[in-house]
């Protein structure tokens, strides 16, 4: 059968399964008078009881990020998601994103085969290079390693979680002969994605691992990430991986409320000055409130809204691009807790419920 006829009968039998879940990086605020972050226990335990909410009310996915900056408080998201494998019952627990390429692979899935032991099979690893530096010179690394690091953390990480023994040998990390990595995730397979943010080699490697892919779309037009689906799922189906079991998802900036006029005032500030402080060690330019409102319309990249039109922006999504997962990021600029468990609740009941329902999941 021709390519094209493989993926169209693919869009076609992959229509109505698509979890719901929330991403968050434990974003910190800051007080804009004195300059400085609230305690970051203070957030940890805020974020704990929002990992439980969104357990409570339904929702599929849960992952944290990985940051070494004083404005994200979670610098490992194995310690957040152990704690959350005990006060949820049946949200999958995942990174969003591991920094691979300045981790050990052992230790890693060593971690996350203990999450995952302590959930009940609901751990997954999110593998990716990272939007931000600052765990290479913290670990060791060189950036101009960059690229390769990441290639060979992977492969590495990939044999483990194949077998228990290991054999194997790299460039940037000591010899395994015939070691044996323990413990085990259960019925000894770890879930593992690859992020990316549109680089289309990225792409292109989940594709020939046949591993489930993540893509971000945080600004601009997501229409303009429409190749990179197709790449994916091109690369994925030549490479004789199931149809069936191809995952694709997107994760973008999100917040949802039940009255967009009083959600956008509270949030524009808070949110436009996290841009601005990624911002600045970037070059970009002061974002500005037009960004802001064209990310909100149809189509832009922003989730930030009333239920009804959040529904029929995610059922849109979905459309375009076939996605069997929809992360909402939940705390771009640090909304209050009082804001993130609103948005939770919503989410929860009155989004979740109509999107799986619209996609015959009911």
């Known amino acids: 059968m021709p390519y094209t006829a493989i993926l169209l009968t693919f869009v076609v039998k992959q229509g109505g399964n698509m979890e ?41 996915y849960f ?3 990985e940051h070494h900056r004083p404005d994200y408080v979670v610098s490992s998201p194995e310690i957040i998601l152990a704690a959350a494998a005990t006060i949820t019952k049946r949200i999958k627990l995942g990174s969003a994103v591991s920094v691979i390429s300045s981790a050990d692979p052992v230790k890693l899935y060593q971690n996350f085969a203990t999450i995952d032991l302590l959930s009940g099979g609901r751990a997954e690893l999110m593998a990716g290079r990272g939007s931000f530096i600052e765990s290479f010179p913290l670990f060791g690394y060189n950036l101009q390693d960059y690229d390769a690091l990441f290639a060979e953390k992977l492969d590495l990480l990939l044999a483990i979680n194949k077998n228990d023994r290991v054999t194997w040998n790299g460039k940037f ?51 303009q990430f429409k190749p990179l689906f197709e790449l994916y799922k091109k690369t994925y189906l030549e490479h004789g991986h199931d149809p069936s079991q191809l995952r694709v998802g ?56 009333e239920p009804e039109a959040m529904v029929e922006k995610i059922l849109y999504m979905q459309e375009q691009f076939g996605l069997t997962r929809f992360a909402a990021h939940m705390d771009m600029g640090a909304p209050s807790h ?12 009155k989004i979740a419920p109509k999107i799986r329902t619209a996609l015959g999941e009911n």
Do not use: C
């Open 63 to 65: 992952g944290i990020g």
């Open 173 to 223: 990390r000591a010899s395994l002969d015939d070691q044996q990595v323990l413990p085990r995730a259960v019925n000894n397979d770890l879930s593992i994605w690859i992020a990316v943010g549109g680089t289309p080699q990225s792409v292109v490697r989940a594709g020939k691992l046949g591993l489930p892919l993540m893509i971000a779309i945080i600004g601009g037009s997501p229409a």
């Open 250 to 305: 997107i994760h973008s900036h999100a917040l949802f409320g039940d009255d967009d006029a009083v959600l956008s005032k509270e949030y524009y500030p808070l949110y436009a000055a996290q841009m601005d402080r990624v911002g600045r060690s970037r070059g970009w330019p002061p974002y500005q409130r037009t960004q802001f409102d064209f990310g909100k319309s149809k189509n832009g990249a922003l989730f930030i809204g």
């Open 20 to 60: 719901l879940g929330i991403s968050m990086f434990g974003d910190n605020r800051m007080d804009l008078a004195t300059g400085k972050f609230r305690p970051a226990g203070e957030r940890l335990t805020e974020l704990l009881e929002e990992i439980k909410l969104m357990d409570e009310v339904g929702l599929d």
């Open 338 to 349: 009082k804001m993130l468990m609103k948005s939770i609740e919503i989410y929860g009941t």
